[in-house]
């Protein structure tokens, strides 16, 4: 009971409390409600002002960006009396980037008074568009300065000799020419300015390759002129120097004018820069041809040496025009030349040999070898020094035209009909010797004495074939050595003949007497023995004196014809003076 009465006591204690809470709660809400009467209150008050601030803001920043438009504007008005003695002074050392951003500044004011279309700012516009164009002058006349500081002449010969390559522009030069070409390229068409730059690279490159070349370019005509010896000996001639040094500085230049300009300019200014230096050098070329044109017998070596020394390096050349953009006419032209000159030289060394003049007082009188033998035979020794450009040039003369003797049936082709280069310098050397021959044998023919016939042909037959095994074996055939072997011993048998008046009075004579032997002889047979040896005696020393007076210049030939004159003399007389 006492239980239930404590349980009752609670209950009455809590739900006191209850009714508390619940009092409590109806404060709160209605505290709540209140305040959000206060703030739907506030917020009605405060909204338009916020609204308002915001719109303030706004003016207030707008103001202040009108206010700094004006003071730039302001400033852009000003700009020009800032920077025009920057400008017209022009960059000072290789400070070239403080010169580049007061351009920028101009461009930029330009610009931006350009679009307001403010009738005020006019008269400031074209006052920058003439800082603008001065400027840009002002950077290609400081382009022209740079890079004629490293464009100084040079003397080729001294690179070429010591085998040094040929020098460009230093990578710090060059990058700083680089950055104003492309500044130049770029920025001047957006300034309304067309630079030409690229006229300034050309003007100064092509004068500094010209000067270069300009004394190996003289070099080549004076060693020309003045050689040591009449006739031109291969090498000789400042051309190859020439041309290599051409070649060399044209493959620098294009590396040059890859690091400097722009690519789309390279190759067309590189076309124009090596212009005036290889107009020159073909006419150099010309020159020096038109000079063997006049002297055909002594200098057509040089036009040979020069189609040479150019084949050799075309491929170069080919790269060169192909760099450039295109090929020179000039230098095919001279090619051509050079070419037509050659073609020319064969028939008509061929004609001197077959026309030169047979006359008895032009003959040696000591029977020695020609001249003209003497000449031919260097004449082919020397073509044989150019053996591509010979054959080349006797391909497009054609087979034999240089002679009658083109049909010849034994003339060797290729299985296309074609005949190949070496087969048609073996064909124009033995047409040389074949017509040399008959020369010889047509001036032989004007001696009156046999033994000078026969020593002249003997002297000459033999250099001929001597100069065939020693030098032209390579561009004969063997037939052509066995038929000079042949007229060798044809006119050694013909001159031991000449010898035979005097052999015939030491011919064997045995005398018989009633079927045998004669042990002794009678006086008129005494009588004849001695007049036998006085003939023997009288002709031998006739034939001594008038043969000693002769030329046997080659002293293998003048033994052997001794040796064979021995052979036969000697033993004869022998044998008849024992008799």
Same mark, same amino acid.
């Given at each position: 009971?006492?239980?239930?009465?404590?349980?009752?006591?609670?209950?009455?204690?809590?739900?006191?409390?209850?009714?508390?809470?619940?009092?409590?709660?109806?404060?709160?809400?209605?505290?709540?409600?209140?305040?959000?009467?206060?703030?739907?209150?506030?917020?009605? !008050?405060?909204?338009?002002?916020?609204?308002?601030?915001?719109?303030?803001?706004?003016?207030?920043?707008?103001?202040?960006?009108?206010?700094?438009?004006?003071?730039?504007?302001?400033?852009?008005?000003?700009?020009?009396?800032?920077?025009?003695?920057?400008?017209?002074?022009?960059?000072?050392?290789?400070?070239? *980037?403080?010169?580049? !951003?007061?351009?920028?500044?101009?461009?930029?004011?330009?610009?931006?008074?350009?679009?307001?279309?403010?009738?005020?700012?006019?008269?400031?516009?074209?006052?920058?568009?003439?800082?603008?164009?001065?400027?840009?002058?002002?950077?290609? *006349?400081?382009?022209?300065?740079?890079?004629?500081?490293? #464009?100084?002449?040079?003397?080729? =010969?001294?690179?070429? #000799?010591?085998?040094?390559?040929?020098?460009?522009?230093?990578?710090? $030069? !060059?990058?700083?020419? +680089?950055?104003?070409?492309?500044?130049?390229?770029?920025?001047?068409?957006?300034?309304?300015?067309?630079?030409?730059?690229?006229?300034?690279?050309?003007?100064?490159?092509?004068?500094?390759?010209?000067?270069? %070349?300009?004394?190996?370019?003289?070099? #080549?005509?004076?060693?020309?002129?003045?050689?040591?010896?009449?006739?031109?000996?291969?090498?000789?001639?400042?051309?190859?120097?020439?041309?290599?040094?051409?070649?060399?500085?044209?493959?620098?230049?294009?590396?040059?004018?890859?690091?400097?300009? $722009?690519?789309?300019?390279?190759?067309?200014?590189?076309? *124009?820069?090596?212009?005036?230096?290889?107009?020159?050098?073909?006419?150099?070329?010309?020159?020096?041809?038109?000079?063997?044109?006049?002297?055909?017998?002594?200098?057509?070596?040089?036009?040979?040496?020069?189609?040479?020394?150019?084949?050799?390096?075309?491929?170069?050349?080919?790269?060169?025009?192909?760099?450039?953009?295109?090929?020179?006419?000039?230098?095919?032209?001279?090619?051509?030349? %050079?070419?037509?000159?050659?073609?020319?030289?064969?028939?008509?060394?061929?004609?001197?040999?077959?026309?030169?003049?047979?006359?008895?007082?032009?003959?040696?009188?000591?029977?020695?070898?020609?001249?003209?033998?003497?000449?031919?035979?260097?004449?082919?020794?020397?073509?044989?020094?150019?053996?591509?450009?010979?054959?080349?040039? =006797?391909?497009?003369?054609?087979?034999?035209?240089?002679?009658? !003797?083109?049909?010849?049936?034994?003339?060797?082709?290729?299985?296309?009909?074609?005949?190949?280069?070496? +087969?048609?310098?073996?064909?124009?050397? +033995? *047409?040389?010797?074949?017509?040399?021959?008959?020369?010889?044998?047509?001036?032989?023919?004007?001696?009156?004495?046999?033994?000078?016939?026969?020593?002249?042909?003997?002297?000459?037959?033999?250099?001929?074939?001597?100069?065939?095994?020693?030098?032209?074996?390579?561009? =004969?055939?063997?037939?052509?050595?066995?038929?000079?072997?042949?007229?060798?011993?044809?006119?050694?048998?013909?001159?031991?003949?000449?010898?035979?008046?005097?052999?015939?009075?030491?011919?064997?004579?045995?005398?018989?007497?009633?079927?045998?032997?004669?042990?002794?002889?009678?006086?008129?047979?005494?009588?004849?023995?001695?007049?036998?040896?006085?003939?023997?005696?009288?002709?031998?020393?006739?034939?001594?004196?008038?043969?000693?007076?002769?030329?046997? $210049?080659?002293?293998?030939?003048?033994?052997?014809?001794?040796?064979?004159?021995?052979?036969?003399?000697?033993?004869?007389?022998?044998?008849?003076?024992?008799?």
């Amino acid at each position: 009971m006492e239980r239930l009465d404590e349980d009752s006591a609670d209950l009455a204690f809590l739900e006191e409390n209850l009714k508390k809470t619940e009092k409590l709660t109806e404060n709160m809400t209605s505290m709540l409600n209140v305040f959000d009467d206060r703030l739907v209150r506030l917020e009605a !008050s405060i909204l338009p002002i916020h609204k308002s601030t915001q719109t303030l803001t706004k003016l207030v920043d707008n103001i202040d960006k009108t206010r700094n438009s004006v003071v730039e504007i302001i400033g852009y008005f000003d700009l020009v009396e800032r920077e025009e003695v920057t400008i017209k002074k022009g960059p000072k050392g290789n400070d070239l *980037d403080s010169y580049l !951003s007061s351009i920028g500044k101009c461009n930029k004011a330009m610009e931006v008074l350009g679009a307001m279309s403010l009738k005020s700012s006019e008269k400031i516009i074209g006052q920058l568009k003439q800082i603008l164009k001065a400027a840009m002058l002002q950077l290609e *006349d400081l382009f022209r300065l740079w890079l004629t500081e490293r #464009s100084n002449p040079i003397e080729p =010969l001294s690179f070429i #000799s010591k085998k040094l390559e040929i020098p460009g522009i230093p990578s710090a $030069p !060059s990058k700083n020419l +680089a950055t104003l070409s492309s500044y130049l390229a770029i920025t001047g068409p957006e300034l309304g300015y067309t630079s030409e730059f690229f006229k300034v690279y050309i003007d100064v490159r092509s004068n500094y390759l010209v000067k270069s %070349l300009t004394m190996l370019a003289q070099a #080549s005509i004076s060693t020309a002129e003045k050689r040591s010896t009449p006739v031109y000996e291969k090498g000789t001639c400042g051309f190859n120097s020439y041309t290599d040094a051409v070649l060399m500085m044209f493959m620098t230049e294009h590396g040059v004018a890859e690091k400097i300009l $722009p690519s789309e300019y390279v190759s067309s200014s590189f076309r *124009d820069t090596i212009q005036p230096s290889l107009e020159n050098f073909v006419e150099i070329g010309k020159t020096l041809n038109n000079r063997v044109k006049k002297n055909m017998q002594t200098d057509i070596y040089l036009t040979f040496d020069m189609m040479e020394t150019l084949n050799t390096r075309m491929g170069t050349f080919e790269e060169i025009f192909k760099l450039a953009g295109k090929k020179d006419t000039a230098f095919g032209d001279l090619l051509h030349s %050079l070419r037509a000159v050659a073609i020319r030289s064969f028939p008509e060394f061929l004609d001197e040999i077959k026309s030169h003049p047979t006359k008895t007082s032009g003959l040696p009188n000591d029977a020695t070898v020609h001249e003209l033998t003497i000449t031919t035979l260097q004449h082919l020794k020397r073509l044989t020094d150019y053996p591509e450009a010979v054959e080349s040039t =006797l391909l497009t003369l054609g087979d034999g035209n240089w002679n009658a !003797s083109e049909k010849d049936p034994n003339f060797s082709r290729d299985r296309n009909g074609r005949i190949p280069g070496n +087969a048609v310098m073996k064909h124009y050397f +033995a *047409d040389i010797l074949e017509c040399l021959a008959q020369s010889l044998d047509s001036k032989a023919r004007t001696y009156k004495k046999p033994a000078l016939t026969s020593i002249f042909l003997l002297n000459n037959y033999y250099y001929i074939l001597k100069s065939i095994r020693t030098q032209f074996m390579s561009v =004969l055939d063997p037939e052509v050595e066995s038929k000079f072997d042949k007229m060798v011993k044809k006119w050694n048998d013909a001159y031991q003949d000449t010898w035979k008046s005097c052999f015939s009075n030491l011919m064997d004579y045995t005398w018989v007497r009633g079927g045998a032997l004669k042990t002794t002889l009678g006086s008129n047979e005494k009588q004849t023995v001695k007049e036998k040896f006085k003939n023997f005696n009288t002709e031998f020393d006739e034939l001594y004196k008038a043969h000693k007076g002769y030329a046997m $210049p080659d002293p293998e030939l003048r033994n052997q014809v001794i040796r064979d004159i021995r052979g036969v003399l000697i033993p004869m007389y022998n044998r008849f003076l024992e008799k």
